[in-house]
């Protein structure tokens, strides 16, 4: 069965990096798009950046544009979410699925970003 595993995350400062890691199992990794959203506390789901299947194109939020970079590896089925310049907005659960038609979701990993 589909399996996503989200890690990489912690407690930065602001204007700090993480990197979030995403491990997929129980499909074809290399032929869908994948996308990374977050849940705030309190909050609803609110979707940050997505990428096509063959990496050739990437899509971010407003919000997180020029400070977040995802990224692809197929041959290790994972997808990658580099956060830089990190604000306390950011503080969230962050998870990683395909842009629609859901898998299950993960546990999600948990970013705090607080000075």
């Known amino acids: 069965q589909v399996q996503l595993v989200e890690s990489g995350g912690g407690v930065a400062q602001p204007g700090g990096s993480l990197r979030l890691s995403c491990a997929a199992s129980?499909?074809?990794?290399?032929?869908?798009?994948m996308s990374w959203a977050r849940q705030a506390l309190g909050k609803g789901l609110e979707w940050v950046s997505g990428i096509y299947s063959d990496g050739s194109d990437t899509y971010y939020a407003d919000s997180v544009k020029g400070r977040f970079t995802i990224t692809r590896d197929d041959s290790k089925k994972a997808v990658y979410l580099q956060m830089d310049r990190l604000q306390t907005e950011d503080t969230a659960v962050y998870y990683c699925n395909r842009p629609h038609s859901w898998w299950p979701w993960g546990q999600g990993t948990q970013v705090t970003v607080s000075a």
């Open positions: 129980g499909f074809t990794f290399s032929r869908h798009a």
